[in-house]
């Protein structure tokens, strides 16, 4: 018999202790209540599992691997899950409790679309609420079709966050999950895999609270010759000709950003010769809309300071 439930909540729990009550109790509090939520232990050497064991709830269910990553650990979820949508939560941020509602009015209103995704607030390491700046996307309130999510993703904040998304588990099965063993971007390649077939419905209102502050983040680390998976996904849709020709231009422009954002990682990480090809690979004429952002908020010091690897003196 089909299962009645809605939605299937997948949270990865890696040594999360201090911060999964919370996200749990997030989901609990929601107003829409057809749901199961998995918790998935990727090989936690904390007490977070046992605090999401004395979390009692029928909904409730808490499955442990062995330490195998994050993208694991939501495949993982995904496979056991019994809900025709499939929203994601890190277990160190929160949802808004009318989260989940959002998400079902936006599929009812856009069945065609592949992921669901509302704004979000980001909280700090300093504890202060900070709203991402979104381009291309019309004023709040506002819910739809983001026009052009490959553009939105490049010229602003990104417009679709992991604990912020919810995707179709038919979706899910088509395009493949969360790419495994990759340390960043690994949620990113999923959007942008979806977006390179779907439509994107998206909320303005806010629906989430991604907390900066936590710990036991991602590591700022890159070896020298990491890059950015998504960049080996366009590579592989452009061989068999899986780009459709109107998003090509903004497709084009995303991934000058996210070679941006890598050639950041590897001065963090003082792998200064690697970020100078990348300088080099960039093409000059999507160069000028992104470096602006180089100069804005959104970016720290550091990464403005990777423009000045185009000079001698740094060689």
């Not at 691997?65 to 025709?84: F, H, K, P, T």
């Not at 599929?107 to 980001?122: F, H, N, R, V």
């Not at 063993?181 to 942008?192: N, P």
């Not at 419905?201 to 890159?222: E, I, L, Q, T």
Request: with cysteine.
């Amino acid at each position: 018999m089909k299962d009645s439930k809605k939605i299937s909540i997948v949270i990865p729990l890696f040594n999360k202790a201090l911060y999964i009550k919370r996200a749990v109790r997030s989901v609990l509090m929601q107003s829409y209540q057809d749901y199961e939520l998995i918790v998935v232990n990727d090989g936690s050497t904390d007490h977070g599992p046992e605090i999401v064991k004395r979390m009692k709830d029928s909904r409730l269910i808490l499955f442990n691997q062995d330490n195998a990553g994050v993208s694991a650990a939501r495949n993982r979820g995904i496979e056991a899950a019994r809900g025709n949508l499939i929203a994601f939560l890190d277990a160190d941020d929160e949802w808004y409790p009318d989260f989940l509602a959002m998400i079902v009015r936006l599929q009812d209103k856009y069945p065609e679309a592949g992921l669901y995704a509302t704004s979000y607030q980001i909280m700090t390491i300093l504890h202060r609420n900070i709203s991402p700046i979104f381009k291309e996307i019309c004023s709040p309130p506002w819910e739809g079709i983001i026009p052009s999510y490959f553009r939105s993703a490049a010229l602003g904040a990104p417009p679709v966050w992991t604990s912020a998304a919810c995707v179709p588990k038919r979706i899910l099965k088509e395009i493949g999950g969360f790419a495994v063993g990759k340390r960043m971007g690994e949620d990113v390649d999923l959007w942008g895999r979806i977006a390179l077939r779907y439509p994107i419905a998206f909320n303005s209102k806010n629906g989430a609270v991604y907390h900066h502050d936590a710990g036991n983040r991602a590591c700022m680390s890159f070896a020298l010759n990491e890059e950015h998976p998504f960049l080996e996904t366009v590579e592989a849709f452009r061989r068999t000709g899986g780009i459709p020709e109107k998003t090509n231009d903004d497709v084009k422009l995303y991934v000058t950003r996210l070679k941006l954002e890598n050639m950041r990682q590897h001065v963090l990480a003082g792998n200064c010769g690697r970020a100078r090809k990348l300088v080099a690979e960039i093409n000059d004429r999507w160069t000028f809309p992104v470096r602006q952002l180089l100069w804005g908020s959104y970016f720290n010091v550091i990464t403005r300071f990777v423009w000045y690897l185009r000079y001698p003196f740094l060689h």
